[in-house]
């Protein structure tokens, strides 16, 4: 069995081959693209559980390609770049990726950043709501689905997992700490632009008005609430 099917897109052929027999040797099945056209192309075609994207490439850039990516898939996305500016971290999650790999990067760190990615939310299946009705949106969690007056929002893996994390745990804040090492892994904890992202994300797909939230709240410098009527 494989351990998932990873999409390795970037504009050098000797990464590509790295990166290739690395993630072959863990189990994993690989394909490759040289660029972000070339990479889109192959979404037509078949079905992918994670994309390393490097995030300089020539042409179609990672962080168009991956906007591209989202338009249309909740498939896990980490980014890779030289570059590990702030701006260039929040600009890769703001287009969509999951997380953000500053080359060089040691495998090890690679393949951790990998699991975290394709990991599930550690939210008890037994302990999930079926369902949740914040104003006019309904959350049904048993299908990972989000419908707004008889339209789906389209929510990525770790936006709903995130979601999901909060609503069990309904009015009461959960630390930034918690949240990162729930959703993302026990390597994480610092990471709060991740949080600041992706909670703004979720505000832009859940509340009426995302600039005044009504649900989803931030405890200033601890961490964040889903409130809702007891």
Not at 148 to 156: K, W
Request: contains cysteine; hydrophobic residues 40%.
């Amino acid at each position: 069995m494989s351990e998932g099917h990873i999409l390795v897109v970037d504009d050098e052929s000797q990464i590509r081959r790295v990166m290739r027999t690395t993630l072959v040797s863990q189990g994993y099945e690989v394909s490759d693209a040289r660029s972000g056209d070339e990479c889109l192309g192959l979404f037509r075609s078949t079905v992918y559980d994670l994309v390393l994207l490097d995030m300089n490439m020539p042409g179609l850039n990672g962080v168009e390609t991956c906007r591209c990516i989202r338009m249309g898939s909740d498939v896990a996305i980490i980014m890779l770049t030289v570059r590990n500016t702030l701006k260039d971290k929040i600009d890769a999650l703001d287009a969509g990726a999951d997380d953000y790999v500053t080359k060089p990067f040691s495998t090890p760190e690679l393949l951790a950043r990998i699991r975290a990615a394709l990991r599930r939310s550690a939210t008890s299946a037994e302990l999930e709501p079926e369902h949740l009705q914040l104003g006019h949106i309904e959350i049904d969690f048993k299908a990972r689905q989000v419908i707004s007056r008889n339209e789906h929002i389209r929510l990525t893996g770790k936006e709903f997992d995130l979601l999901s994390y909060l609503a069990v745990r309904r009015n009461k804040t959960i630390t930034h700490r918690e949240l990162l090492q729930a959703i993302w892994g026990p390597d994480y904890g610092g990471e709060l632009e991740y949080l600041r992202v992706f909670i703004n994300r979720l505000r832009q797909k859940i509340e009426q008005i995302p600039a005044t939230p009504k649900y989803l709240l931030t405890d200033l410098r601890i961490g964040y609430r889903l409130r809702l009527p007891e």
